[in-house]
Structure formats: structure tokens, C-alpha cells
């Protein structure tokens, strides 16, 4: 190592330890846990980069996987069960029934109007259901 | 609270003022018998003459109204 003043030459020798080194650490594990270092180390007349990087979590590609999109109701019956508690509008052939919905039964609904009254609805004869 | 089919809840209620509708009729009266496909309401008629009983299919009741007791 021609041109080099001892002082360069021993901050050589220790940066070829030190890289040694990380190179084993992460060579070393059978599983990446997110750890990663690198290392800057500015040298007269020597560049040698490098960079840290701890990153706590574990490898995204074995997490597990995103959170599913909202589920979308596939049944009158799911859409009624969504409603629960809401003010509602439920059409029939006959006319619409209004009121707050409190009870989603196997083949019927429960509202109860704005007087107190309740409707007793079978699914049925449900032509729509709006939310007011 | 409430049974869990629509027969089976009207059954609970029966000798109650009632109003149930179909597509095309809107009937009022007094909740008689339910079974699993018939419902019986009579019809109060508020003068001397008998009262109507009016038989409908489970399956046409398009709702069923119960109106609040007066205070």
C-alpha cells in the first residue's frame, strides 16, 4: 500500500475488521429479522460507505398478509343486520314502512314507527331498503 | 326478545289490534288465530252487525302493523 502514512494504513487495517465483521453478523443469520447495517467511514483519500439500518420488524414477504378489503353484504338479510338501530324506509308492494329498525329476525324485521307502533316486516316482501 | 319467525312472532300476539297489509289490501281488526301459513283477523264493526272474519295467506302479508296502546 504505497503512498499511505501509517496513521491511513492502521485506519485501513480497522475498517477491513470492522467490515469483516458485519459482513459475518449478517451472514450469519438463518432468517432476516429486519437487521441490517451499514457503515460510513470517511477516510483521507479513502471512501468506504456503508449504511445502518435496524429495522425492529420482521420480513414483510412472511408477515401476515394486508387486511382484507370491507366486506360487501351478499343478502338482503346482511344489509338489514348492517341497519340495525338506523332509521330506515322498507318498501313493499303495498307501500314503504319507516322507522328505526331493532330487530333482524330468520325471516322478518322488527321497526318501530315514529308513534310508537311497530311493523313486523317479512324479508319476503322487502322490494327495498333505503337508509334515511 | 322477539321469536325467531314471522308466524311464530305473530302467534305471540295474537288478541291484539292489528293492521295487516297485503299487496292490495289494508286490513284492521282484532289478531284471532295464526298457524304457519293462515293468519285470522276480525274485522270490528263498530255498529250492530257481525263482524268480518278475514283470512289471509301468510305469504301475501306484505307487513304487519301493531299500533302503540293509548295511554
Known amino acids: ?4 502514512t501509517n496513521r491511513q494504513q492502521n485506519l485501513l487495517q480497522l475498517a477491513n475488521q470492522l467490515s469483516q465483521n458485519l ?5 450469519g443469520t438463518a432468517n432476516n429479522v429486519g437487521l441490517n447495517k451499514n457503515v460510513s467511514l470517511d477516510l483521507p483519500g479513502i471512501d468506504f460507505d ?9 420480513d414483510d414477504r412472511t408477515g401476515a398478509p394486508a387486511d382484507p378489503p370491507p366486506t360487501t353484504p351478499t343478502t338482503l338479510r ?17 307501500g314503504p314502512v319507516t322507522g328505526t329498525l331493532i ?8 321497526l318501530v314507527e315514529t308513534d310508537g307502533a311497530q311493523a313486523l316486516v317479512p324479508f319476503e316482501n322487502i322490494e327495498l331498503v333505503s337508509e334515511l | 326478545m322477539f321469536q325467531d319467525t314471522f308466524a311464530a312472532e305473530m302467534a305471540t300476539r295474537v288478541g291484539s289490534r292489528v293492521e295487516v297489509a297485503t299487496d292490495n289490501n289494508l ?24 263482524n268480518t272474519n278475514l283470512y289471509l295467506s301468510v305469504d301475501s302479508i306484505n307487513f304487519v302493523r301493531f299500533p302503540a296502546a293509548a295511554a
Open chain 1, 1 to 4: 500500500m504505497p503512498n499511505l
Open chain 1, 23 to 27: 459482513v459475518n453478523n449478517n451472514t
Open chain 1, 50 to 58: 456503508a449504511g445502518l439500518n435496524l429495522g425492529l420488524g420482521s
Open chain 1, 78 to 94: 346482511d344489509v338489514l343486520l348492517g341497519l340495525v338501530n338506523e332509521q330506515v324506509e322498507v318498501t313493499t308492494p303495498f
Open chain 1, 103 to 110: 330487530a333482524v329476525r330468520d325471516d322478518y324485521v322488527v
Open chain 2, 27 to 50: 286490513v284492521e281488526g282484532i289478531l284471532s288465530t295464526v298457524t304457519t301459513n293462515l293468519v285470522l283477523v276480525i274485522e270490528v264493526d263498530t255498529g250492530y252487525g257481525d
